[in-house]
């Protein structure tokens, strides 16, 4: 079985500061994680993944991810916020056979001028 | 390319009474993914077809929801008799091959179910 953990369920930034969402995963196998953002009224829209190879994963809107094995985390960046990022963003799980994904409770992004 | 279209966005019912959603997945994807997501959580699969077959159904509440996607493309989700509970955004989404789990998921924008 696998879980996701989303430290905080709401961060705020100031424009232009560092984003940093934080996602923790359990897997008994090794793990491949996703991070999804949806925005109002929207579906979720994928913005980076990780399934083998570079640990460091770039995605669009200059969001990236870094897995990191001894941490089972997964947390994402953005150097820079842009008001445009104020959304909702989810981390998910799946492992091995498994394809039916495991989502986390979703962070709220609010960024403020 | 269109999206996932999802009809409708909306739903006002009371409970007890039945209530469908509609889903026509990217044109040429196999799998087709129906999710329920509750207020303040993230998204629950429901059940997965892959093309008019069923892949897994484990977590859907069968005793009242059940869900057909007949002819490999669209599919229909429906509840019978709605309870309170079942307020939730209902996502569609689908993918292009198996379903595999490294596989990319393209969502709709869901139904958005309140059941008074």
């Known amino acids: 079985a696998q879980s996701v953990t989303q430290l905080g369920s709401h961060v705020s930034v100031s424009e232009g500061a560092l984003v940093l969402l934080r996602c923790n995963y359990s897997?008994?196998?090794?793990?491949?994680l996703f991070w999804y953002v949806q925005y109002p009224n929207q579906g979720l829209q994928l913005l980076l993944k990780?399934?083998?190879?570079?640990?460091l994963v770039k995605g669009i809107n200059g969001f990236e991810a870094e897995f990191k094995k001894s941490e089972t985390s997964f947390h994402l960046t953005k150097p820079s916020a842009h008001m445009s990022d104020a959304a909702e963003y989810f981390c998910?799980?799946?492992?091995?056979?498994?394809?039916?994904?495991?989502f986390g409770r979703g962070t709220s992004l609010i960024v403020h001028p | 390319e269109a999206g996932v279209a999802q009809s409708p966005r909306y739903k006002i019912i009371e409970k007890r009474q039945s209530v469908a959603f509609w889903c026509n997945p990217i044109?040429?994807?196999?799998?087709l993914y129906w999710y329920q997501q509750i207020l303040g959580q993230g998204p629950k699969l429901l059940i997965q077809f892959q093309n008019n077959g069923v892949v897994d159904d484990s977590q859907l509440p069968k005793d009242r929801f059940s869900a057909e996607r007949l002819k490999g493309v669209d599919s229909t989700l429906k509840i019978q008799p709605a309870k309170l509970e079942d307020s939730a955004v209902y996502l569609c989404a689908s993918t292009l091959g198996a379903g595999l789990s490294t596989d990319t998921q393209y969502f709709g924008p869901g139904t958005r179910l309140t059941v008074l």
């Open positions: 897997s008994s196998v090794p793990p491949y």
């Open positions: 990780y399934t083998t190879g570079a640990t």
């Open positions: 044109s040429g994807h196999a799998t």
């Open positions: 998910a799980v799946t492992a091995g056979g498994s394809y039916i994904p495991t």
